[in-house]
């Protein structure tokens, strides 16, 4: 061990010499020294004893910092096969629960970029034109098959730290990783790979969306809506980030996508509900649309209904509401509305036909008014029915309904119920 320190202090030494002050002959030797300190590592790490191996990574560290063997493509190899054997060792721990799992993601990352940092230097042909493929043929069936455990390092930083950062840097890694040089070809025909690309592009997506970072999550959010599982969330996600980046053409165009391949999804509804809500006419022309694409949703009727009735359009209004309590017994808002027209109705032939209530004439206007809220009447004791919580919709309603068609009974409990709630 004397010795190594005494070639690592060697080799530190020189590093730190200028360049220009060095002959040829003393560089030379300079890099041989140097070199030492990776030929010393390799020789550690093939001894079984553990702190010959911890030894060799010191060596390592150090190697790597040193400008004489940073283009040396056998430092950042054996730089790579002994992070990958560190890896290798905490990995091995992990099924009995005892692994250092932060430092075991981080022998990961560091592994394959050494690994990539030699081939990369193996790539430039020497003086003669060739290359080497050392580093591809011994460690690339490797790294493929541990590729994967980015994703799962992304994991667990996303559930077990909580830091989306780091999250989405091993999640990014995993697909830049597969389209490097070193092992894009064989990735490309890796099936574990293809069949499951477009679902973990949902996780660098999700990791950047809640980093608000939307050009990233717009980058994997566009891959993962292929994927079966998370291809509506990931939908989402591409909206989101199109919205967030001013994008408003790509941004209402998925929205329409994410409609109609999601009907039943409110998501895409509401936010072009909101989008044309100052545009009464495009909203109409974008819900007549939507009706055709599904002509049994509810809420397409409910909304022509609200249009039909914010232009005092009541009769128009009623019927569609009646389509969409057709369509959904349950609607809440459908029956409040079409109970709202009504009794508009009511009051506007009120207003338009003031006669003296005691001349027959009076009574004949009088009758007909007591018709309309006897028309309202069913739909709001039907929605005191369906949703007796929703007294903020039916209760006055029917208080003033009661009292107009002399309903005692009815008035009298209605009264009773109100003044309980602080309603009246």
Known sequence: MKKLIFVL??????????????????????????????????????????????????????????????????????????????FREENSKSYTGRADTVAMYNYLDKWFEYALRADSLQQIPNSKGKVSNEVREKM??????NISNFINGGIFYFNNRTD????????????????????KADMDEDETYNQYKNNFAYFPALAAYNLEQWDNS??????????????????????????????????????????????????????????????MAELESFINEMVQIDPEKAYNYYVLGYIAQQNKEYEKAIAQYNKAIEKDE?????????????LQQAADFDNENKVDPRTAAGKKIQAQIDE???????????????????????????????????MTNEFNEIEKYLESQNMI
């Open 140 to 145: 690339k069936d490797r790294m493929i098959s």
């Open 218 to 279: 717009l980058k994997y959010a566009l891959i993962a809506m292929n994927d079966e599982e998370y291809g509506e969330a990931a939908t989402e996600f591409v909206c989101e980030s199109y919205g967030n980046l001013g994008d408003t053409v790509n941004w209402l165009k998925t929205l329409k996508d994410g409609l109609i391949k999601y009907p039943t999804v409110e998501y895409y509804y509401g936010k072009l509900l909101n989008y044309y809500t100052n545009d």
């Open 330 to 342: 349950k609607m809440v808002d459908a029956y409040n509305n079409l109970g709202l027209c009504i």
């Open 372 to 406: 309309y809220y006897k028309q309202a009447l069913p739909y709001y004791t039907k929605l005191r029915e369906i949703a007796p919580d929703a007294k903020d919709k039916w209760g006055i309603a029917l208080y003033n309904i009661y009292y107009k068609l002399k």
């Open 9 to 86: 202090v060697a080799a530190m030494g020189l590093s730190m010499t200028s360049y220009a002050q060095m002959s040829d002959k003393e560089m030379k030797k300079a890099i041989k020294e140097a070199q030492k300190l990776v030929k010393e590592a390799r020789t550690d790490m093939e001894r079984d004893d553990v702190t010959n191996k911890s030894g060799a990574k010191k060596l390592i560290d150090e190697a790597i910092k040193n400008d004489f063997i940073k283009d040396w493509d056998q430092t950042w190899y054996e730089a790579a096969e002994i992070y990958n054997y560190y």
């Open 164 to 183: 989306y950062a780091q999250a989405y840097k091993m999640f990014d890694k995993y697909f830049t990783l597969a389209q490097c040089n070193m092992l």
